[in-house]
């Protein structure tokens, strides 16, 4: 039964996510390129955390790959995080907020990127896991 048991757990992957929020209170979401898993759906930036790294880390480094912006620790405010099974693994995604970086968001990855107001956001096709994480936004703005 408990070997039973083990074998169904899914592999727990944790990924960082950020709600980079402007100066007019809009989010920046991308959309996932083609090729990757879920390609099409807009999502916001971030990506795997690496062993050895904290979620903050990875997020620096992710928002630097991703979208050619420097982020400071000191500017990454948790906010909520987003627990979701698929039915290849289970994901677990801190999303923090900033509102503070240097250089203009650019997309080095070939995703399309957009500003968008917060009560838009549910316009948009995004992964199941970042919808709950949706009227917390809008909350928050």
Known sequence: MIQERAMSYKELVLVAACALIDADGRVLIARRPAGKSMAGLWE??????EAGERPEQALIRELYEELD????EDCLAPFTFASHAYPEFHLFMPLYVCRKWEGQTCPNEHQTLKWVHPRELAGYSMPPADLPLIPM???LL
């Not at 916001?44 to 955390?49: E, I, L, Y």
């Not at 912006?69 to 400071?72: A, G, L, N, S, T």
């Open 44 to 49: 916001f930036p971030g990506g795997k955390v």
């Open 69 to 72: 912006i420097q982020v400071k």
């Open 137 to 139: 936004l809008v909350s």
